[in-house]
């Protein structure tokens, strides 16, 4: 069983630990869905102030809901809609501190107020997105993004390509 206490301190040693507890989940574990899985469930448990974090995967020409911890989400996005869809296309990530000021955003939960979507990259290929959204405004900052884009880049290192 995994346990672990929620990390403290500065944003930048908050992640560096969660990277660590990752790569451990990861040690013997290559499948895709599962490290997703696990990874948004670390997620979830460790950085406060979330109502969703999880995965969305390229499928055909757009993306396809994958492993997450929250409310039921949106299961289809078509690229370059919404935070996640745009992220994808533009391979690269965004950060939203208001999602009702951002064109096209794709209400999954009406709670949600502000998110972040990092792509996940393998070479020129876009994977898909992680994507974390908040209850607060304004609740993402660039230490947020150079985190979770050092999360995704483990997950794709660590997991078989889907």
């Known amino acids: 069983m995994f346990e672990a206490a929620r990390p403290t301190g500065a944003k930048a040693d908050v992640y560096r630990e969660l990277a660590q507890m990752a790569a451990g ?10 490290n997703a899985a696990n990874l948004s469930a670390l997620l979830w448990m460790s950085l406060p102030d979330l109502n969703w974090a999880g995965f969305y995967f390229v499928r055909g020409s757009g993306l396809v809901l994958g492993p997450f911890q ?3 989400a949106c299961v289809r996005i078509e690229m370059g809609r ?4 745009t992220a ?6 965004i950060i939203v501190p208001d999602v009702e000021a951002f064109p096209g955003h794709i209400a999954c939960d ?7 979507v990092v ?9 898909g997105v992680l ?6 405004a304004s609740r993402f900052d660039e230490a ?3 985190g979770v884009e050092s999360l995704a880049e483990l997950w794709v290192s660590a997991s078989d390509p889907i």
Do not use: Q
């Open 25 to 34: 989940l990861f040690r013997e574990e290559h499948d895709a869905i599962a």
């Open 119 to 127: 792509p996940l990259r393998s070479g020129d290929r876009v994977l």
């Open 110 to 116: 009406a709670a949600s107020r502000s998110e972040l």
């Open 70 to 72: 929250g409310r039921p």
């Open 88 to 93: 994808a296309a533009r391979r690269e990530t």
């Open 131 to 136: 994507d974390l959204d908040s209850p607060m």
């Open 82 to 85: 919404g935070v996640c869809g």
């Open 144 to 146: 947020d993004a150079v």
